[in-house]
């Protein structure tokens, strides 16, 4: 009895092998067809808003100086990705450290543009820095907490009128943020156009809200 008994476990042990064996090959080939499978072409870069670009440059600064102090942000452009409401294809940010006496800057892009421009983030070499000034402060970040996005609005829908002129439309758009003294709050500068023919808006980071005066 206890051989008949042993055969049969053998048999249904042997049995239970070849099911697993069988199932780990149709793994295998499943997993081999899906890697094989075409992959379907990557689209053309987008551009981002600010803070997403901001923050992946603030790491790589934070390590340069642990003290680090938020300057400037400003938009920019990179061959084959069109810019549009409040969104970039580059970024460009300034940190300063106050114990370092230095500022340096980070460069954001979602595309390359070689020699000058690389995707992902770029640091360039450290320069002297005085410190604040009335007209250029550092903020905090946490006051930094109106995306370029939602600036863009509100900067849009006061110039408007302007907007409406087809000419008017299709020129340019530059984002900036940048604290001063006169202000109480970070603020986004938004300029449709250019400083001679444009339209300018001020925009409070912290609140959102449109600056007039």
Same mark, same amino acid.
């Given at each position: 009895?206890?051989?008949? #008994?042993?055969?049969?476990?053998?048999?249904?042990?042997?049995?239970?092998? &070849?099911?697993?064996? /069988?199932? /780990?090959?149709?793994?295998?080939?499943?997993?081999?067809?899906?890697?094989?499978?075409?992959?379907?072409? !990557?689209?053309?870069?987008?551009?981002?808003? !600010?803070?997403?670009?901001?923050?992946?440059?603030?790491?790589?600064?934070?390590? %340069?100086?642990?003290? #680090?102090?938020?300057?400037?942000?400003? /938009?920019?452009?990179?061959?084959?990705?069109?810019?549009? =409401?409040?969104?970039?294809?580059? %970024?460009?940010?300034?940190?300063?450290?106050?114990?370092?006496?230095?500022?340096?800057?980070?460069?954001?892009?979602? &595309? =390359?543009?070689?020699?000058?421009?690389?995707?992902?983030?770029?640091?360039? #070499?450290?320069?002297? %820095? !005085?410190?604040?000034?009335?007209?250029?402060?550092?903020?905090?970040?946490?006051?930094?907490?109106?995306?370029?996005?939602?600036?863009?609005?509100?900067? &849009?829908?006061?110039?408007?009128?302007? #907007?409406?002129?087809?000419?008017?439309?299709?020129k340019p758009v530059s984002l900036s943020l940048g604290a001063a003294a006169?202000?109480?709050?970070?603020? %986004?500068?938004?300029?449709?156009?250019?400083?001679?023919?444009?339209?300018l808006t001020v925009v409070n980071a912290t609140t959102g809200t449109l600056?007039?005066?």
């Amino acid at each position: 009895m206890y051989k008949r #008994l042993s055969k049969a476990v053998l048999v249904v042990a042997a049995i239970g092998l &070849a099911a697993c064996s /069988s199932d /780990s090959a149709n793994t295998t080939v499943a997993k081999t067809d899906a890697e094989t499978a075409p992959k379907a072409p !990557a689209g053309p870069p987008e551009p981002v808003a !600010a803070k997403a670009a901001f923050w992946q440059m603030y790491t790589p600064a934070h390590a %340069w100086a642990g003290d #680090l102090v938020a300057i400037s942000l400003k /938009s920019g452009e990179v061959a084959g990705v069109k810019n549009a =409401d409040g969104k970039a294809g580059v %970024w460009t940010a300034i940190f300063g450290s106050p114990s370092q006496h230095a500022a340096r800057t980070y460069v954001y892009s979602v &595309a =390359d543009q070689l020699p000058d421009i690389t995707k992902g983030v770029k640091a360039n #070499l450290a320069e002297a %820095w !005085a410190g604040p000034t009335n007209a250029v402060m550092p903020f905090q970040t946490s006051d930094f907490t109106v995306d370029s996005e939602a600036a863009y609005k509100t900067a &849009a829908a006061k110039a408007a009128d302007w #907007l409406k002129e087809k000419d008017n439309a299709q020129k340019p758009v530059s984002l900036s943020l940048g604290a001063a003294a006169r202000f109480p709050a970070p603020v %986004w500068v938004i300029l449709f156009g250019t400083s001679k023919l444009g339209f300018l808006t001020v925009v409070n980071a912290t609140t959102g809200t449109l600056i007039t005066k």
